[in-house]
């Protein structure tokens, strides 16, 4: 039994080591990304208006999804906005690169548009998929209701005829 203990306890030692390997290689692989995330972070001025102004529009965007979720068609609407905004990025991204001037503290603007790309189209993106979700679940409970509609019209009709 002493032989079974020791064996056990050799293996779990076995796995712990392996999993703290793991999980410190997982760390190294992960900390130029995080190390990226906190330079862009750090690199943007988050008190100027029009950047607060753009975070509560997607806010408060965010807040008229779930609002509306029963509306369906206020929800396309929605998400064909949303999508639009994404498709309009690149010329936006042009527009305000060469206009940052008259709103912005610096150029956030650059040529790839990786600004506009994270703080624009990301959460519209977010938005657009959290649209897509509310009306499939809405699809999968109209698809129900249609079938129980149907059972019970089959019912009445097989009543309908044995009288």
């Not at 548009?113 to 977010?126: E, M």
Request: some cysteine; glycine content about 6%.
């Amino acid at each position: 039994m002493a032989e079974l203990q020791s064996a056990v306890n050799a293996h779990f030692d076995q796995m712990a080591d392996l999993v703290e390997k793991l999980s410190a290689e997982f760390r190294s692989g992960l900390k130029p990304a995080y190390e990226n995330f906190m330079g862009f972070f750090h690199a943007i001025d988050w008190k100027e208006p029009w950047l607060i102004c753009l975070l509560s529009f997607h806010v408060i965007l965010l807040v008229v999804v779930f609002v509306s979720r029963r509306n369906i068609n206020f929800q396309m609407f929605l998400f064909l906005l949303a999508l639009g905004g994404v498709y309009l990025a690149e010329r936006l991204n042009h527009v305000l690169g060469s206009n940052w001037k008259n709103f912005a503290g610096q150029n956030y603007f650059d040529t790839n548009g990786l600004f506009l790309s994270v703080l624009w189209s990301g959460p519209l993106l977010v938005i657009a998929i959290i649209i897509l979700v509310n009306t499939l679940f809405s699809l999968c409970y109209l698809i129900v209701r249609w079938k129980r509609a149907e059972l019970k019209h089959r019912t009445r009709a097989a009543r309908g005829k044995e009288e």
